[in-house]
């Protein structure tokens, strides 16, 4: 099975990039930028340039279909405001979605916020307010409209802390919980990484804190 990254120079999906390289796995990394391509070159990672908010859907289509699986990690991070966001999160998701559908893609995979419910989004207090909506909106297209088979991870808050291999898989959407059991971006990317070199996990959402589990051993409990 061959893998197409989107979003390989980000907090998260660079850290995934490095651990499929080290398990030799059959990818492509992708980038928006002449700079991050030719670093990714250096490392001799196979690399493309595509840009979720400007390259036409058609365009990226005839890009995915060398590909089987495809992961979408990418994020406007706050940077922008609320337009790049929107452009970003969830325009930019919806035209990879379509463009999968268009090229064939088998599984695709969504690196999505800790809550995307309509719950989250009705949150006064919610101090993200448009990038939760713009999550809400991209993941309920993936799941009742692109016709995608795909897998949602769902991570609580994230931090820079070293990776310690283990996870816990619940079935929760606590804020007190995802504040109190921040996970690293690390153990994020190794999650991500282990759900790509592995079948299965169809049509399925999986909520991952920081926890005491190994991270295969976690994963394979709830596989379906």
Do not use: C
């Amino acid at each position: 099975m061959k893998t197409l990254i989107l979003g390989s120079n980000g907090g998260v999906g660079s850290k995934i990039t490095q651990i499929l390289k080290e398990n030799n796995a059959d990818f492509t990394a992708s980038v928006r930028d002449d700079k991050k391509l030719k670093e990714l070159k250096d490392k001799n990672i196979d690399a493309k340039l595509i840009d979720v908010v400007n390259d036409p859907i058609d365009d990226m289509a005839d890009i995915f279909k060398d590909y089987d699986k495809v992961l979408f990690s990418i994020g406007a991070g706050g940077k922008g405001g609320a337009e790049t966001t929107i452009k970003v999160d969830l325009d930019g998701a919806v035209k990879t979605m379509e463009a999968s559908k268009k090229a064939g893609i088998k599984q695709y995979y969504m690196v999505s916020t800790w809550d995307s419910s309509r719950v989250a989004v009705e949150n006064p207090d919610d101090p993200i307010k448009t990038y939760t909506i713009a999550k809400h909106y991209a993941d309920l297209y993936l799941k009742n409209n692109s016709g995608l088979t795909y897998t949602i991870i769902h991570p609580s808050t994230l931090n820079d802390d070293p990776g310690q291999g283990s996870i816990e898989v619940v079935d929760t959407h606590s804020t007190k919980l995802a504040m109190e059991k921040s996970i690293s971006r690390q153990d994020v990317a190794a999650v991500v990484a282990n759900l790509l070199l592995s079948d299965g996990y169809q049509n399925q959402e999986i909520q991952i804190v920081a926890g005491d589990k190994d991270i295969r051993e976690a994963l394979e409990e709830v596989k379906q």
